[in-house]
Every structure is written in C-alpha cells, then in structure tokens.
C-alpha cells in the first residue's frame, strides 16, 4: 500500500505489536492474570489492533485498508477501557497505567494519521495496478 511493500514496514504496526507483547506481559503475573475475563479481552483487544492494520494492508485497496484502520482504532480505544477497569481493580500500579495509555493513545494517534493519509493520497491500492 501507498509507499508499504509489506506490513511489517508501517510504525502503526510496529508500536502495536510492541504495545501487545507488553499488554501480553502485563497479563501475565499478579492478580490480573488470574482474572480470566478481563486478561483475555485486553489481550484480544490489542492483537486485534495489529491484526486489523495487517489484514486491511493485505486486502490491497486503499478504502478496505482504511476501513480495517478505523476497526483497529476502534480496538485500542477497547484496550483503553480496560486498562481503566485494570487499573480501577488495581490489578496494574499507576506508573504503568500511565505508560499504557500513552503507548495506546500514540498508537491511536498513528492509526488516525495513517487513515487521514490515505483518504488524501488518491492512491487506489496494489490490487488496482496493473
């Protein structure tokens, strides 16, 4: 896409998956481990935001990328309210809530950017090459 020849090259990608192996941590010890709801939907939430930047890049047109953009946003906004709950049950300290939102927040910030880039670029995507 765009100026993308594979996913692994777009920085929204890049700090998501750094964002969820870091979420992926965080769920592993301590009493947020242990509750089984809130863990595998933080976690679900922030795979989701990597796995919808990479399935739209794959789709190869510009209006599926964004629309799968707009899903992974939607996703860390998800990640966002349950780190509230996290944080509110004190299964995380207040230094790392603060880190978290702003890794996820940075994250949203990039989807966005990317999303207003492509609605601007008048770029079709690879699938319309020929």
């Known amino acids: 896409m765009a100026t993308f020849k594979q996913v692994e090259e777009i920085q929204a990608w890049q700090k998501a998956r750094a964002l969820c192996n870091r979420i992926y941590s965080i769920t592993n010890d301590g009493r ?34 964004v629309q799968f953009l707009a899903i992974a946003k939607g996703s860390a906004g998800e990640m966002r309210a349950q780190l509230y709950v996290a944080h509110d049950q004190s299964y995380i300290d207040r230094h790392q809530f603060d880190e978290l939102i702003k890794d996820v927040d940075e994250v949203s910030k990039m989807i966005n950017g990317l999303m207003g880039y492509l609605r601007r670029s008048g770029i079709k995507g690879t699938r319309f090459k020929r």
């Open 32 to 65: 947020l481990a242990r509750d089984f709801g809130l863990r595998d939907q933080i976690r679900r939430a922030a795979v989701s935001v990597m796995s919808n930047i990479a399935e739209g890049f794959e789709r190869g047109g510009t209006g599926e990328f």
